[in-house]
């Protein structure tokens, strides 16, 4: 029952963070997974690419109906990191779980900081061509594939800064995004799938997706960089966790 508890509680908070930032959310999924119901971190990435693939294209729904996906440039910038989500996705299997955690710990503390200090990207800004956008989607993938987490921390930004899309339709875009390198890192680790406590994963999936539809709506209430900060300020207390006990 505890199990259950935590599982949906995790899961919720995960489902408002994507639902109402286009990211963020995966980056707390890992270190539930480890820290409240007791996965490995190879267990935790692999559980964490099903969640948040469920979970993006929940979300994907709800920007859609509203208008707020480009669906073809979505496409494109998720093309460019499927090569390197399937790759990072079975290459992760060989890596030690103390390295795959100090890595997500530095990950998800750089992601935080410039959470915290980014200022309001404005849509005055210009595509450069499409050499930033091939490298942010590539990296994308490798985060995805390697880490199990969404990338949506590099996608928004990408889009906005990159290629000019105005910030709301940029989170809808990113969860697309998400979504498609999500399933290709997962396919890359379907032999791992036998190992994951799925009756853990099942009631923390479906508590994101339902929060995914309330964090949705959320991002029309509350000020986006009222919600950016308290994620990223939540983020860095993990982060901090984590890198301590792994290098304890």
Known sequence: MTTMILALAAGAVVGLALGALGAGGSMLTVPALIYLLSFSPAQATT????????????????????????????VQFAAAGLPAAFIAGALSTY??????????????????????????????????????SIAAGAGLGTVTGLLGVGGGFLAVP??????????AEAIGTSLLVISVNAVAALIA?????????????????????????DGQRMAHKLSG????????????????????????
């Open 47 to 74: 559980a964490s690419l099903l969640i948040v693939a469920t979970t993006s294209l929940t979300a994907l729904i709800a920007h859609a109906n509203a208008g707020r996906v480009r669906w073809r440039m979505g």
């Open 95 to 132: 890596l030690p779980s103390r390295v795959l955690t100090v890595v997500f710990a530095i990950l998800a503390g750089a992601v935080a900081r410039r959470m915290l200090i980014a200022r309001q990207i404005t849509t005055a800004a210009r595509p450069s061509g499409p050499g930033p």
């Open 158 to 167: 990408a889009l906005t800064a990159v290629l000019a899309i105005p910030m």
């Open 189 to 213: 680790r379907l032999g791992e799938a036998g190992t994951v406590h799925w009756a853990a994963v099942g009631p923390f999936t479906a508590a994101a997706v339902l929060g995914a539809w």
């Open 225 to 248: 960089p009222i919600l950016q900060k308290a994620f990223a300020i939540t983020l860095m207390t993990v982060a901090t966790a984590m890198l301590a006990s792994a290098l304890m």
